[in-house]
């Protein structure tokens, strides 16, 4: 059964902590992206891999992380940096063999700071 | 800056009605468009994606693509409570890079 998974579903942070959302895809998929969701806007993306070992960033990746060490994996890690933390974090994938990449969502990471 | 512009409603239709949701886009570039349904704290799940002008339709949805006008619809006839939800636009601008609109709600009143 193929698709995106993130972990965990709920996660609170103490202000100063850095903490790290996971997201692992079995579509081989080779592109992954994170983007931030806060209420009534739209997706925003943080960061974004085309392939193994390699990210880009996007339109908001200050105080935000990741590493693409496998192609099946792209953790993002919220650190201290990032003053306003709070959101939902959508991870997406899409395959390189779409002329159109359209993408595809795992089920997200609630994040609240304390 | 990319932008995709939608109308946040709510858009309230009743049963059985056609909703109609409008996005608008700013990057003449933009190659291919893509609508997608979220429910309220889940995420978004890919409904109709168009590339070329015109209609295409799937089932009760219909997208339409006026790249003249910049401008992308999505149309959902015999409308059900089931189809409340947020719709979101978002258009392929290239490089890997999607831009997303903030969505609309539509209801949908039985």
């Known amino acids: 059964d193929g698709g995106i998974t993130q972990s965990p579903k709920y996660l609170f942070r103490k202000e100063g902590q850095n903490v790290t959302l996971s997201c692992e895809q079995n579509?081989?998929?080779?592109?992954m992206y994170w983007y931030r969701q806060d209420p009534g806007q739209g997706l925003r993306l943080i960061y974004y891999?085309?392939?193994?070992?390699?990210?880009q960033k996007g339109d908001i990746a200050e105080g935000y992380s990741v590493s693409r060490e496998k192609k099946e994996s792209f953790p993002l890690t919220v650190t201290s940096a990032q003053k306003n933390p709070t959101a939902f974090y959508l991870c997406?994938?899409?395959?390189?063999?779409?002329?159109?990449?359209?993408?595809?969502f795992g089920p997200g990471t609630r994040l609240t700071v304390l | 800056q990319k932008e995709v512009e939608q109308n946040s409603g709510p858009l309230s239709v009743p049963e059985g009605a056609i909703a109609s949701l409008n996005c608008t886009y700013s990057?003449?570039?933009?190659?291919?468009f893509f609508w997608y349904r979220q429910y309220s704290g889940k995420s978004p799940e890919l409904i109709m994606f168009?590339?070329?002008?015109g209609d295409k339709e799937d089932g009760r949805f219909t997208a339409q693509l006026n790249k003249a006008s910049q401008y992308v619809s999505l149309l959902i006839r015999d409308s059900q409570p089931s189809d409340s939800a947020t719709y979101l636009c978002?258009?392929?601008?290239?490089?890997?890079?999607?831009?997303f609109g903030a969505g609309t709600r539509l209801f949908v009143k039985a």
């Open positions: 997406a994938s899409s395959t390189e063999f779409s002329s159109y990449n359209e993408q595809f």
């Open positions: 579509l081989n998929h080779d592109a």
């Open positions: 891999s085309q392939i193994v070992n390699d990210f």
């Open positions: 990057d003449r570039g933009s190659q291919s």
């Open positions: 168009i590339y070329s002008n």
């Open positions: 978002a258009a392929d601008t290239g490089g890997f890079k999607t831009i």
